[in-house]
């Protein structure tokens, strides 16, 4: 295991992989800024130019683009209200709060130290638990993925604004979108109308713009500018530093976010947006001031965003040791692995532990030069939240109109933007939580499809596997949580 | 009554009433399709009923919901949203009827002259528009962006 990890330092000092990074973390900030372009985006564009690389440096320059378009898209989720990408819209939450009040500074520090950190943390237990890795993965089957989606739903209601069946609401609708087009057990399309778009079933890029960016620039159409005064276009850098500390003394709220991340990343199939609201729900709940979160706390910035980064460390888990990707943009990646010649399953560990010792330094080091590299930007980024609305307005809607055509080479997509715009519009003028719909969404097909072969393979009593048993609990103890809560005031005489 | 408080529920609930609808109904799935959207469609329908029940019984009650938010939500100005949005919405014909690449630019110069922006403002910003569809992301990222009409009426 030192000679692996030797070498892998070795080969991560070599210069191409360092060049490869060098290109690779710009391009990456640039499709976490801009809205609807997201890392899983800046893979597909970036894969056919690693073919003929160095296998490590090919692969650096993949997942360093990847790996850091979150800590990009936080900024636009912080400054403008608009995730960069999908898994950055639980930073909306509290970080856009947090902007109108004037605390940008305050929020972007917070945010980008929590990448940075996450990051770090998630290649740490990734480089841990690389040597004792398959017994882990192997022993989470259908049963144990389809509650630990349920799990994320259970949180929904502590997602939501407040009111828990607006919450549990929005999630249930956001898990029926998702079940238009082909069911994937069947292969039969559901409730498609007979039209070609609706086969695919409804996208995830053009929900996400529409849900989030679209009632924001609808509100900036109206003449208002971002922050309220000229004075939040100023980054106080002492805001920053405020954004730092209250991360480095979170240290236990970033490190079990971050622990989050590790573990939603490793289980194969749970997107990175699941990591985030997870992350946060945890924060909110364990929180001594949950009334705060959804108006500008700042735990709710360091969660997301420590989970969001920490989350890629977990994906490459089972993505080297078992050739199963863990998150959608390792889909990619194992595209990226086997063009340059790499086969990643159980005997890669063996063969190549030098090449995952070395892609673990080389997400390191990605998220700790992006933190820093957005550090030196945030000034010049945070001037955006002082300019008219009526100017930023039609500039992020082409931004937006050009990001989601490109997710998807489809001018429909681009009007489903405006058909979920409209949505997010009245949910979020009725207060209904739409990062709730948008988990019930993403874990949608995943629920059928693990509900389906649990119910197969193990019978109605799925549940009563020991790890699955352990997740059920957990389940019922984040339902009951907020009775818990309200009884432990009452006894303790609180309001 | 707070009526405009049931709008969510109501239309939600006939939304998914009406696809479980056609699904068991006009398009006659089997149970293996239609068990999941049903267990969901079901329990969801079933919570926009609760909420109902919460709107009414509060509004009989003359107070919040039993866990409304407490904050006040003041009712935004209709006219400038429906105007905004009218705005928003024409980037939709400039995109069909001009293609992407003069569609967005004419669009942004449009939308920024008739918002009392100069000349100077309005027209720069439009090129930078196009050199960004253009440069950014039909040479650089190879996204083959409708060039042409996508489609006259």
Redesign the interface.
Known sequence: MFDSLVGGFLLFLDVDVLVAMAIAIPIGLVFGILPGLSGITALA?LLPFVYGMEPLAGLAFLLSAHAITYTGGSVTAIVLGIPGSPPNAATVIDGFPLSQKGQSGYAIGAALTSSALGGVVGVAALVVVLPFLQPIVTSFGSPETFLLALLGITYLAVLG??????G??AG??G??LA?FGY?R??G?P??WLESDYLLDGFRLIPLVIGLFA?PE???L???RAIAPDHSAAQLSWRQVWAGVRATIGARWLLLRSSLIGVFVGIVPGVGGETATFVAYAAAKQTAANPDQFGNGAIEGVIAPESANNAKEGGALIPTLALGIPGSAGMVVLLGGFLLLGLDPGPDFLDNHMDTAVGLALVLALANVVAALLVFALASQIIKITVVRG??L???L???I??GT??AG?D?AD??FV?VF?ALGY??K????SRPALLLGFVL?PL??TY??ISLQAYGPWFFTRPIALAIAALIVLGLAWPLLRGLGGRVGGGP | MRTNELFVPVVLALFIGTFLGLGLFSFQYSLTVMRFPLIVGLVTCALCGLRIVQVVSAGRQGGPGPDDERREVSPPAVKPVAFGALWLLGVLPALYLLGYLAGLPLYVFLYLKLHGEGWLMAGGLALLCFAVAYGVFMNALGVPLPVHPIGWP
Do not use: C, W
């Open positions: 564009v604004r407040g009111a828990m069946v607006k549990l609401i249930g609708l898990i029926f079940l069911q057990i069947t039969v559901r409730f679209i620039i609808l509100a159409s109206t003449g009526t100017v307005a039609p500039l809607l082409v931004l109109v050009l055509y490109s080479n001018p681009v009007l405006f715009g009245v949910l003028e009725f207060d209904y949608g629920l059928e509900l389906h």
